[in-house]
């Protein structure tokens, strides 16, 4: 696929997820560049503001295979992965596949399961294969994850462990709609629009399975120039040594953060990347990755802010 095919195919989905998805057109674009990047993404929100929704409806542009799991605190790492079941008549152990065996999967209040199943994830979404009792089951070569967690609610859930938060290219906020958009969804709803059903958004399908992974190959040969590059290492090294930051982004975020700048230039109809794709993945990318020293929590400041600051103070190149 050419950049241009790519572009139309890009702008294609964008308008069909705001069929469903009103007023987070930031939002919708980190998606859909987490998706070409390959990057899985966690998007965060409270309660009502359209996770869910947007998860099920990329699913249904996309025309790939879905699958959905509600994370709960009785949910096991079997209930994940699969589990070996013995045959009386082969008198074999045969496997049989969980929910991960998917193209994407939607993980639905991931903080709500404990530590124990959620690691249950992290082979799957760093290698894209399980092992189950020694052996070792490929899995889609596509295989992204997006899931959903509430920031407000922590009755009953379970911080992610770090390792498995670092395993997300992206954590997306999905934030309250500006008026006019919140009004526009109370228009389409009154207008028949049902978030339990899909159909009644008439949403089409824009790629298969083939097309994504050409689109994905096309993000990796985005060329990204050597000032760029370097940008790129001062603002991860510039979060290890800012006062306000205890624990700063590691060098895999530098590679999430490069391979998130291509899939932006491949959205925007580019075959390079810029300083400004940087800058604009640069939050999604780096929020979930930094740990801020108590006192600067206490001042209200958040890794946003701190991120946007070091932005703000590195000399962008030309």
């Known amino acids: 696929m050419n950049i241009e095919n790519i572009n139309e195919t890009a702008q294609q989905i964008l308008n069909e997820l705001r069929k469903t998805?009103?007023?987070?057109?930031?939002?919708?674009?980190?998606?859909?560049?987490?998706?070409?990047?390959?990057?899985?993404?966690?998007?965060?929100?409270?309660?009502?503001?359209?996770?869910?929704l947007l998860a099920r409806t990329l699913s249904c542009v996309t025309g790939t295979l879905f699958h959905r799991i509600q994370f709960t605190p009785d949910l096991m790492p079997s209930d994940i992965i699969g589990v070996n079941i013995y045959d009386m008549?082969?008198?074999?152990?045969?496997?049989?596949?969980?929910?991960?065996?998917?193209?994407?999967?939607?993980?639905?209040?991931?903080?709500?399961?404990?530590?124990?199943?959620?690691?249950?994830?992290?082979?799957?979404?760093?290698?894209r294969q399980a092992t189950i009792d020694g052996g070792s089951y490929p899995m889609s070569p596509v295989f992204t994850v997006f899931a959903t967690?509430?920031?407000v609610e922590y009755e009953g859930t379970y911080p992610l462990p770090e390792a498995q938060v670092d395993r997300f290219m992206?954590?997306?906020?999905?934030?309250?709609?500006?008026?006019?958009?919140?009004?526009?969804?109370?228009?389409k709803v009154e207008s028949g629009f049902d978030s339990s059903n899909l159909e009644t958004a008439d949403i089409r399908k824009v790629l298969d399975l083939e097309t994504l992974m050409a689109i994905r190959e096309a993000a990796r040969k985005i060329h990204v120039e050597e000032p760029v590059r370097r940008y790129i290492t001062q603002i991860i090294r510039a979060t290890?040594?800012?006062?306000?930051?205890?624990l700063g982004a590691s060098p895999r975020a530098g590679v999430m953060l490069m391979n998130a700048a291509k899939a932006k230039a491949l959205l925007m109809g580019r075959d390079f990347s810029t300083p400004d794709d940087v800058k604009s993945?640069?939050?999604?990318?780096?929020?979930?990755?930094?740990?801020?020293?108590?006192?600067?929590?206490?001042?209200?400041?958040?890794?946003?802010?701190?991120?946007?600051?070091?932005?703000?103070?590195?000399?962008?190149?030309?």
């Open 21 to 52: 998805i009103i007023g987070q057109e930031e939002a919708l674009e980190q998606t859909a560049a987490a998706l070409f990047a390959g990057g899985h993404a966690l998007l965060e929100g409270v309660p009502g503001t359209g996770k869910t």
């Open 170 to 187: 992206m954590k997306i906020l999905i934030k309250y709609p500006p008026e006019t958009a919140e009004a526009g969804i109370l228009d």
């Open 89 to 127: 008549t082969e008198r074999k152990f045969n496997f049989r596949t969980g929910p991960i065996f998917c193209d994407i999967l939607l993980a639905d209040e991931i903080n709500r399961a404990p530590a124990k199943t959620q690691s249950a994830l992290l082979e799957a979404m760093q290698e």
């Open 281 to 318: 993945m640069s939050l999604p990318v780096l929020r979930h990755r930094i740990l801020l020293v108590p006192e600067a929590e206490i001042e209200g400041k958040t890794a946003d802010d701190c991120i946007s600051e070091i932005l703000y103070t590195i000399e962008v190149p030309r």
């Open 149 to 151: 967690q509430n920031p």
């Open 240 to 246: 290890r040594s800012k006062p306000n930051i205890t």
